[in-house]
C-alpha cells in the first residue's frame, strides 16, 4: 500500500494520503483544513475514528491514552516506531480519551492505554496496557490473521 487514510477532524471526510506525503503536513480535500496526521500516526476523534475505520481498506490499530497516563506516555515510542515499520499493512490511530471521553464510551474503554484493532469496519482484538515492543509486533501478527 502507497497511501494512508485519515479523517479531518473539521469535516470528518476520510482523506487517501500517499505514504511519502504523511510528514508534509497535507490538507484535507474537502475544507482544507491541515489534517491531523503525523509520519505514520493520525489523531482522531469520535467521529473521525468511526469514519476512519468505516473507509480504511486495511486494518485500523487504535491506541486510547491519555496525556496523564505513566503507562501511555512510556509505551507512545513504541507504538510510533511500529506503526512506522508497518504502515503498509494497517493504519495507526490515536484517540486522547480526555479530550474525547465520549470515545472511551463508545468503544467501552475502561483502562489505557488500550489498544484496539478493527477490520473491515468491526472490532477484530484489543489488548489493554503498555506492552513491550516484540509483544506488541506478536499481537499484530496474530490479531490479522
Given amino acids: 500500500m502507497d497511501k494512508t487514510y485519515v479523517a479531518c477532524l473539521k469535516c470528518h471526510a476520510v482523506n487517501r494520503v500517499p505514504l511519502e506525503k504523511t510528514n508534509q503536513h497535507p490538507n484535507c480535500g ?3 483544513s491541515p489534517l491531523p496526521i503525523h509520519g505514520a500516526l493520525v489523531e482522531q476523534d469520535p467521529a473521525g ?5 468505516r473507509a480504511a481498506d486495511r486494518p485500523v490499530v487504535v491506541d486510547f491514552w491519555a496525556p496523564w497516563c505513566g503507562p501511555c506516555l512510556s509505551f507512545a515510542p513504541t507504538y510510533e516506531r511500529v506503526a512506522n515499520q508497518q504502515k503498509e499493512h494497517f493504519i495507526f ?3 486522547d480519551t480526555e479530550k474525547y471521553p465520549l470515545a472511551s464510551q463508545t468503544y ?3 483502562g489505557i492505554p488500550t489498544l484496539v484493532l ?3 469496519g468491526h472490532e477484530k482484538q484489543r ?3 503498555a506492552l513491550p515492543m516484540p509483544h506488541f509486533v506478536q ?4 490479531a490479522s490473521v
Fill in 30 to 32: 474537502q475544507c482544507k
Fill in 49 to 53: 475514528l468511526q469514519a476512519l475505520i
Fill in 93 to 95: 490511530a490515536k484517540v
Fill in 108 to 110: 467501552q474503554v475502561r
Fill in 118 to 120: 478493527f477490520d473491515k
Fill in 127 to 129: 489488548i489493554s496496557g
Fill in 139 to 142: 499481537w499484530l501478527g496474530q
